[in-house]
Each structure stands twice: as C-alpha cells, then as structure tokens.
C-alpha cells in the first residue's frame, strides 16, 4: 500500500509563472479520483526547520532566502521566480515533507511519497531554475544525523541533470547520485556518481 505527504500549503504562489504551481493539488486529486489512494492514505506535512536546512545549505544563503521575502522580486536574479514569505513558507513545508516520508519508510519498511519537493537544482549557498532549498539532500542528512541511514542513493530522472544534488554528495562516498536527463539542455553540468545524458528526441 503507498502512503502519502501532502499539504494544501505546498502552493508556491507563482501566479502567471511558468512553474506549474497547481501540480501537487492535481496530483492528489489524481490519486484520490482514480481510488489508488484514500483521504485516510494521507499525512499532513509539517515544515522542516532553520537546523535541518542547515545541515546542507549556508548560514549565509538562509538569510538571504529569508532577506528575499521582503523583497520578493529581488529573487529573480537568482531563483528565476519571486519568492514571497508563503513560497519561502512552501519550500520549508516540501522539504520537512521528504523528510517525514523519508523516516516513515524506514521506521515503518513501507512505501511512502512526498507529493512536493524535488528540488534538485539548489546548492549549498545558492538556489537556481526554481529551486530554493534541495529538500531531497536535506532529508539524507536528516536522517543520516538520526542514525536512521548510514547510506543513500538518489535517482534522479528528471528532464533536466540535478546539478545541485549532484554538487552537494560529489565527494561524500555515502550518497550515490544517479541522474538520467537530457543532455543538451539547462543546466551547465555537475559530476553525479553516474550521469546518463540522452541525445535530444531520444524515446522509451
């Protein structure tokens, strides 16, 4: 049986964005319609918090995120999207929900998903292509501090590489990085443990 973490506050507040903001709503409107999963299949999401974040990102790049939603435009430059306090708000609460999902499929050796998050494209000290907190490498560390895992491995087969999860582990033997996308597009590349880059019109 699959389990799920949502929250009606994963919206990003990107009106008018080419982010497609109504994702995660449709994709639990999905599962709920098509009886894969039940109301009951669903678990509130709580936000992770500045220490979690920590363990991946800088002290200097969390209080710019922060510096940002007072200045919501300013974020462009750098996330490509504004980032008001309710999108900071959403990224806090997708990040805390890979992590619960994360320790309920160990403490529970059950299969759960975090309908939000993925944000593959964030660094250490900075955030790209709409990403501001790498909610994946946040969880790894989380529940590597918990003693819950020594050792992980990230699929990542998005169209596009998932450069900042594939910079954050590059020189950690504990984490293996797999990315498969295509090859001749956004972003410049980073090393994964294994990259599969795949010619443009490639098909199954």
């Known amino acids: 049986m699959a389990l799920?973490?949502?929250s009606k506050y994963y919206d990003l507040?990107?009106?008018a964005h080419v982010f497609p903001c109504e994702k995660y709503r449709l994709v639990r409107a999905r599962l709920l319609q098509s009886g894969v999963a039940d109301v009951s299949d669903f678990v509130e999401a709580q936000p992770a918090d500045d220490a979690d974040i920590l363990l991946v990102h800088t002290k200097a790049y969390?209080?710019?995120l922060y510096d940002y939603t007072r200045s919501p435009i300013s974020a462009i430059f750098e996330l490509e999207a504004p980032l008001f306090y309710e999108t900071l708000s959403a990224f806090f609460r997708m990040?805390?929900?890979?992590?619960?999902?994360?320790r309920r499929a160990i403490l529970e050796r059950s299969f759960w998903a975090n309908i939000g998050g993925g944000f593959h494209h964030a660094f250490p000290d900075h955030?790209?292509?709409f990403c501001a907190?790498?909610?994946?490498?946040v969880a790894i560390r989380v529940l590597q501090k918990e003693g819950l895992i020594k050792r992980a491995a990230v699929v990542d087969c998005d169209l596009h590489q998932g450069n900042g999860t594939a910079f954050i582990f590059q020189n950690d033997?504990?984490?293996?990085?797999f990315s498969i996308h295509q090859q001749n597009l956004y972003p410049p590349k980073q090393k994964s443990d294994l990259d599969i880059g795949l010619d443009d019109f490639t098909g199954d």
């Open 4 to 6: 799920f973490v949502y």
């Open 13 to 15: 507040k990107w009106e």
């Open 62 to 64: 969390l209080r710019r």
């Open 95 to 102: 990040t805390g929900g890979t992590i619960e999902a994360a």
């Open 127 to 129: 955030g790209e292509g």
């Open 133 to 137: 907190i790498n909610d994946v490498a």
């Open 173 to 177: 033997p504990s984490v293996f990085t």
